[in-house]
């Protein structure tokens, strides 16, 4: 599975760490995020993540911000992408199973490295249930 990842000055120590489990689970990883502090713009990291999975170079992103708003909000502009912000392993599980997002946004300074790991694990081994969410989840996209 191919997964890209995206993150502004918020998040080098979370990439880091979910980087680390995704290889060691074998899944293949590009890194469009920044490895400094130094504030950078998320928009700047969150186009290319967004970008993959809209011309199918990747299976699912991950992108991680302070709030995981502005990232959430700026891969949301692109086509065929379903960006969930995610603060629990709970919230993560449902917007996989009721909304099929393929990109999780995580807030960096409302989680902590631990929990945004098993947010990513759970979001990755949760399928979209579909029947009566499909429906729902075909709305979304704007015509």
Aim: net charge negative.
């Amino acid at each position: 599975m191919k997964i890209s990842i995206g993150n502004d000055h918020a998040g080098p120590e979370y990439k880091k760490a979910i980087v680390a489990m995704l290889k060691a689970k074998g899944y293949e990883v590009t890194n469009y995020g920044t490895d400094s502090e130094d504030s950078v713009d998320y928009p700047d990291f969150g186009h290319p993540v967004a970008t993959d999975i809209t011309e199918g170079k990747a299976d699912f992103g991950i992108v991680i911000c302070g709030s995981g708003n502005g990232i959430a909000m700026t891969v949301n502009k692109h086509p065929k992408v379903r960006a969930g912000l995610c603060w629990t392993k709970e919230i993560a599980v449902l917007t996989r199973l009721h909304n099929d997002a393929n990109i999780i946004s995580i807030p960096a300074r409302f989680t902590s490295i631990p929990q945004a790991v098993e947010m990513v694990e759970a979001f990755l081994n949760t399928e979209f249930e579909g029947g009566r969410h499909q429906n729902r989840v075909n709305k979304i996209a704007c015509q």
